[in-house]
């Protein structure tokens, strides 16, 4: 595989990489049907069914295992995993959410980009079909949560569904029509014009009236408050608009997504990994959230690489990476911790409701791994 070209001295990444993959594969024993959750519990994960919104991220990570060795070790798990997402799909286990496209991004497509599986490619476009039931065309926006008839869910978008939408393009490239790239786009453009502030500042949620498709108000139900600065949905802001720039070429996704980028680095701590919320900065007594940091990392590498090599940005968020990504190698990662079956520590699912704080998130353990990859080999992206 073709190396990746980059003026940083990465002489850690081989072992950095090693030591991920070897959590893959001690995992592999007590994750070949069941999944990990969403964060672990005294930093270790207790095996579940696939039934939440984070069942993806660990075949996610066995896929990018794969690619990188260029082995087999990891197939008959991703077989296993396949099959329990087909299931899932088949009888539409627990999947009144948008984050079908979190789903079966990394199963299905990732499968028929990695396997070349024609039977993940329709997967992936069954999964595509039910989350279009989930638009609303009068507003504009997929509905984030819950039953569609649901009045406290309803007419509700949430900036994290930026990273469902490949869903939604992958399908409109493999069947040609483009009902399902609209809607993709109109979603984009929408939180690009309401969840997204004057300041480069994101709302996580924000509601409109399905009704009329009139706008309403942003809300937090993650962040410290609705006018703060949730330092997770930034991160997925960097990297959802950068794909939807990729998916669509309105160069306007790219402009925001370095706007979000610039103030993101621009609140980073001393040793550049994020607390929860980028309202709290050194001194704040509050906890990091060292997936936030992770997502970040990947999505910064993705931009930077949009970006011409005269562009200074390109250094900028290249270098931005590449810090943050030290930081957790450094000190974040469960090196310390034997017991554990996770990768990143200091991680938060949800502070207000006390919910997987300074915990391993699976999350942050993907997109770790995925920059580690980006950095390793010249990798197209499964989004």
Not at 207 to 228: E, L, M, V
């Amino acid at each position: 595989m073709e190396k990746h070209a980059t003026p940083f001295k990465l002489e850690w990444l081989p072992s950095e990489l090693d030591f991920v993959l070897r959590k893959i594969r001690e995992n592999q024993k007590d994750f070949e049907d069941l999944v990990p959750p969403a964060a672990s519990e005294n930093l270790v994960y207790v095996p579940e069914a696939n039934t939440d919104w984070t069942a993806s991220f660990w075949v996610g990570m066995l896929f990018l295992a794969k690619e990188y060795t260029g082995g087999k070790d990891f197939d008959e798990t991703i077989s296993h995993q396949m099959a329990a997402f087909k299931y899932r799909l088949d009888h539409e286990i627990a999947l009144e959410t948008h984050d079908i496209g979190f789903l079966y991004v990394l199963s299905a497509i990732a499968d028929y980009q990695v396997n070349h599986n024609e039977a993940s490619k329709e997967l992936a476009i069954k999964a595509a079909d039910l989350l279009m039931k989930r638009y609303s065309p009068k507003a504009g926006i997929i509905q984030a949560w819950g039953d569609l008839n649901d009045p406290e869910q309803q007419g509700r978008m949430i900036i994290d569904c930026l990273m469902n939408l490949p869903l939604l393009y992958f399908a409109s490239e493999m069947t040609g029509d483009d009902t399902y790239r609209n809607a993709a786009y109109t979603h984009a453009k929408q939180t690009q014009k309401y969840i997204v502030r004057e300041n480069f500042t994101t709302y996580h949620t924000y509601y409109f009236d399905i009704a009329t498709g009139a706008a309403k108000y942003g809300r937090t139900q993650q962040g410290f408050s609705d006018d703060s600065c949730w330092a997770r949905g930034q991160a997925w802001g960097i990297y959802g608009f950068t794909l939807s720039w990729l998916h669509t070429g309105d160069r306007s996704f790219l402009d925001t997504a370095c706007h979000l980028a610039d103030y993101f680095i621009d609140h980073l701590p001393e040793d550049h990994v994020v607390y929860w919320d980028l309202i709290f900065g050194d001194g704040s007594g509050e906890e990091r959230d060292s997936s936030a940091a992770a997502i970040a990392a990947s999505g910064l590498l993705e931009l930077s690489r949009q970006l011409p090599l005269s562009d200074p940005k390109h250094e900028t968020y290249e270098t931005a990476a590449l810090t943050m990504m030290t930081a957790l190698k450094d000190s974040y990662t469960t090196k310390k911790h034997p017991e554990s079956n996770g990768v990143l520590v200091e991680g938060v699912y949800d502070k207000k409701s006390d919910k997987g704080v300074n915990e391993c998130m699976i999350w942050g353990d993907y997109y770790y791994m995925e920059a580690l990859v980006r950095l390793a080999i010249s990798w197209y992206s499964y989004w």
